[in-house]
């Protein structure tokens, strides 16, 4: 790797190149994928929306029985400690975080009671930055033809390391050079991206599928509250997979990548092709709160 | 781990003690579950079934296109090598393995064609045993609340280390004292057990889930096979959850654990409460089987 794609991982507190850095074969982390995690990143070196973030994974792990491996404010210096050293390392450089609490090691089986030493892993690196280009003129999506979990199943607002659902998704939009793919609920309604939330401009008023059967992003509820107070007409509720094709804008958000524009869905146009201007408007209220909370 | 706790773990052709058995921090197997894997056993030291075993690892791998990471006969020579080396520390010990297949390493992210170097872990350890009770008095399972993955979003054919809602489902189990947990599919019908496939006999007949929406277990493929050249009337079909509660008789089957009678389902004993005669004939042609591939 070269130093632009350095990755430090933090392991339980101690902090390694990627390249050296391990997890037990026995862990059931890598047995079973389970872990849950949270993805975060800094503007001007300082993290968004940490707190949030921590809620979440606290929710994540108690929907799944697994403990905090150390309490949230111990583990909330260890994520500021890798963003410092990994900004000694790469000064003014901004990062993305992810934050893994694995379930640690136990016997094979899925008697979750006999792991009791859950550990976590702090992987810090250059925020990936989309080309320019995807903001300015937005981005192409598809429907993919795999559907998202059920919640009976496995809930998609536990943020786990089951991610196969999404990763067979994403195949769909690789395969047609597409940046996201969307999946729709078993029963045919909007649900989100592979790693985003999705929403949809109608007759200027923003819609966005409810927060079930979805992970509720962060990102997601920050444009929910800022877009309420800014005025804008938003609502909450299901949205059939038809409706995808009869919108006027929409735009994706995920806390990496902020809100993108997107332009195109499928081989349909959306609306006259370019960013819209309630998209435009979204995207300059979230740039405020991003400037309120880490600095312009 | 005591001596006869021990596990070994070869992971590329290395074999190590599991308490020394990593692997990188970096693999998708860890990060997403983006793994497949097949559970196999010993009998008298030989390994039963493998050539199945391994056609149904060919399967899942190619369900969530990822290569193998060796040829097929080097793979079977590798898990012939960790048994040998295994009974040489433990002469005389049958087992269990548990064949992974993993992703590898790769960026964070969600495009799998990133990850080159698919890699093989081998886990291997003495068998577990039920006690001898389970199979002469029958287990107990219940119905668990989680649903199993619906087929278009994560299909129960796959192998895979996306393994949450099994565990999820085997905490209905653990936590009311029951061998098992049953799930049905996401339209309430009976579809396996978090480790096992499920069969009822009804006027004589056994009746067996279609191996739609579930694992198609290598014990239920033999079980079918078997029962069939028996001549024991054998149906596989949808089946309606109420009639877990209607049969005469219940049974398990899975690799490791072969044929377990179910004598209670939740909180109703199945016929008079003893393991029944087609299940008792259906041990026997399982062990019949056994002692032609693997000797009495």
Redesign the interface.
Known sequence: LSSA?E?L?N?NGTILP??E???????H???????VYETLRTFHGRLFLIEPHLDRLLRSLEQ??LALPAPREELRRAVERTVGVFRERHPGCDLSL?L?V?RGIG???????LCDQPRY?I?A?AL?RLPAEYYAQGIRVVVSR?????P???DPR?K?????????A??DA?RTGAHEALLLS?DGYVAEG??SNVFLVRGGGIQTPSAFGILDGITRQVILEEARSAGLPVEEGRIPAERLLECDEAFITSSVRGVVPVTRINDSVVGDGEPGPVTQRVMQIYDARVARECGA
Do not use: K
């Open positions: 794609e990755i991982v392991h990627a390249g850095a391990t997890v037990p074969a026995m862990d982390g890598f047995l079973y994928g389970d872990s799944i029985s992810r893994v694995t016997p094979i089986g899925l008697d979750i009671t892993l992987y690196f990936p795999v559907r998202r979990n059920h009976s199943a496995l536990i786990s390391g089951n991610f196969l659902n999404n990763i067979l994403y195949q690789r078993a592979t790693t």
